[in-house]
């Protein structure tokens, strides 16, 4: 079992920053990638970015290309997702993800484990 922790959500202003943490725990063998999905009320998750095993291959949804930026620290089992100028359309529960293997997927049901979420609310 692998456990997943995000961290650092709350409330900014459009035009902020913000940095997300997501640690994880338990069985996690390497190689795996890890992804960041948010769902909005009323909404579906959606996906927002994804980090392979070494860092070497980044995907993101090109809503927020440009703006977020994910990374990891694989000695602290952590990766990361920096928020700049957000905006209120960004306002979201935001979900890390892991996903045994080499790959960049970008599926939901691609992953085999999930965090709790962390709510992001952008204020206009």
């Known amino acids: 079992q692998v456990q997943l922790a995000e961290s650092g959500g709350g409330l900014v202003q459009a035009g902020g920053s913000l940095r997300l943490s997501c640690a994880a725990s338990?069985?996690?063998?390497?190689?795996?990638?890890v992804g960041w999905f948010r769902q909005a009320p009323g909404k579906e998750r959606e996906f927002v970015a994804v980090?392979?095993?070494?860092?070497?291959?980044?995907y993101y949804a090109g809503s927020v290309k440009g703006r977020f930026t994910i990374s990891r620290d694989n000695a602290k089992n952590t990766v990361y997702l920096q928020m700049n100028s957000p905006k209120p359309e960004d306002t979201a529960v935001y979900y890390c993800a892991y996903a045994a293997g080499y790959g960049i997927p970008r599926a939901r049901d691609e992953y085999d484990y999930w965090g709790q979420g962390t709510q992001v609310t952008v204020s206009s």
């Open positions: 980090i392979n095993w070494s860092g070497g291959s980044i």
């Open positions: 338990g069985r996690t063998l390497s190689p795996y990638a």
